[in-house]
């Protein structure tokens, strides 16, 4: 696995690494073509990263390169950043040396490894806020829904950070647990993505946080907080493990958008994990590792889900 032998800490500082080298304007100058003239506002954390969800040996981290040379009025017509990322993958491959391998280079995303620690490039128009990023998503072909899913990274670390640490440790475990799970069997069909972790686990604090308050409300307590500590991990795992085993989920929020956004893009039937920094993303679909055939992709994390230990 990439990452194998590196700690927390220098994974960082690999990934500070690289996005000190996009951000370099001298540098990028004298490679000339595209980045030369490449208006970066921001080379954003996404990914376990940016979330601080990362754990031992398992590392990955999504640079979304927001940049304002991507003109929002003719955003609609790119069909992909093929070029791009060709001139990116050179101008790293010549900064970062023999360090530098890259994977894949498609029109979505450069992905990569240096130093062992796993990281996509992708590039987003900048938006100046969710709102703003949601009407876009509207205006645009189904086909090129994916192209800008990574336009939703900034919000997708600010939900998940919003969460108390313990459930960030909550994840931290789940992650743990399906490395170990599906390395130890040397597959990656029905290996849940990290995303989809965070989701759930964070799905199954809210649950068990809105029943303790309920109980606590039938007790005649009324007006206060639920703690945290009201609630234990056995309630977290019996929750979690309800939601995987669960064929008809339906979980959505509402933080970012309101429930009606959510229907122009999917369908009303489960099962479904629509995105809360994205309603076009049915995470139920995209949060986990398909096999080589049609199937229920689901089935192998169901039956290995009653073994995890929180």
Partial sequence: MAGDGISVADAKR????????????????????FLATLDISEVFKGGSMGK??????????????????IDLRTAARITGYEDCFKEI?????NQLGRHYRVKVCSKFSLQFTC???SMDILLSPYF?????????????????LQLFSCSASKWQVQFIQSYPDKVIDYIKTVKEWRNTMWDDRQIT????????????????YDDCMQSASSHMRGMGIVGAST?????????IRKQLIGLVTNPRLAIYW??????DKIWRFQNTQPPYIIDPANPSNNVHDTGIVRGRYAGDHWKIFRSMIHTLQL
């Fill in 89 to 93: 993958h050179s101008y790293l491959n």
């Fill in 14 to 33: 690999v990934i500070n690494t690289v996005v000190t080298i996009l951000q370099n304007n001298d540098e990028r100058r004298r490679a000339g073509g």
């Fill in 227 to 235: 703690p945290l500590a009201t609630v234990s991990s056995a309630s």
């Fill in 254 to 259: 509402t933080r970012y958008y309101t429930e």
């Fill in 52 to 69: 601080g969800t990362m754990v031992e040996g398992d590392f990955d981290a999504d640079l979304v390169i927001y940049t304002t040379s």
């Fill in 189 to 204: 069909e029905g290996r849940p993505k990290s995303y989809l972790i965070e989701l759930l686990v964070v799905k199954a």
């Fill in 128 to 144: 100046h806020n969710f709102q703003e990023y949601c009407n876009f998503l509207g205006t645009i072909d189904r086909s090129q």
């Fill in 115 to 117: 130093y062992g620690v």
